[in-house]
């Protein structure tokens, strides 16, 4: 069974990176059950990649003094991501950006995304996320 279960991982990571395994425990027989916490792991890096799907990822870099949380990718006059750790307000710097904004909240670990209306760039801008476990912030100009 192992030498089996060997090869088709051999065969997955020359052509897949590993990430997770899912529920490697039962895989391997290990009594304990899952590790720990992987079933918000899991949700996470599915909800991280619904997000990577709606940005342009290629194109954003680290911008971190562009948000009072310090956790900014952007675009920057474009597009914004930004983390908020906990429920509380942070700003956005659009200084100088004369533009429409969409403005969307991800939960990192539930599939939830909740639209926030428009916001009009041109100075710092405060934002108070909707989740008390914290939110990722998607600003998109119009």
């Excluded at 079933?39 to 599915?46: K, N, S």
């Excluded at 680290?62 to 006059?77: I, K, M, V």
């Excluded at 209306?117 to 108070?128: A, Q, R």
Aim: aromatic letters at 8%.
């Amino acid at each position: 069974m192992f030498k089996k279960l060997n090869k088709s991982i051999s065969a997955m990571n020359e052509t897949l990176p590993p990430v997770f395994m899912d529920r490697i425990a039962s895989l391997t027989g290990n009594e304990r059950g899952d590790i720990p916490g992987s079933e918000e792991i899991r949700q996470a890096m599915g909800q991280t990649l619904r997000v990577a799907k709606r940005i342009n990822l290629a194109k954003m870099i680290p911008h971190n003094e562009l948000s009072s949380t310090t956790f900014c990718l952007a675009e920057p006059g474009i597009e914004y991501l930004v983390y908020f750790s906990e429920m509380k307000e942070g700003q956005v710097d659009l200084s100088g950006i004369k533009a429409t904004f969409k403005v969307e909240w991800f939960h990192p670990l539930r599939r939830i995304v909740r639209q926030g209306g428009k916001v009009e760039g041109g100075g710092k801008l405060k934002f108070t996320p909707p989740f008390k476990e914290g939110a990722v912030l998607h600003l998109m100009r119009e």
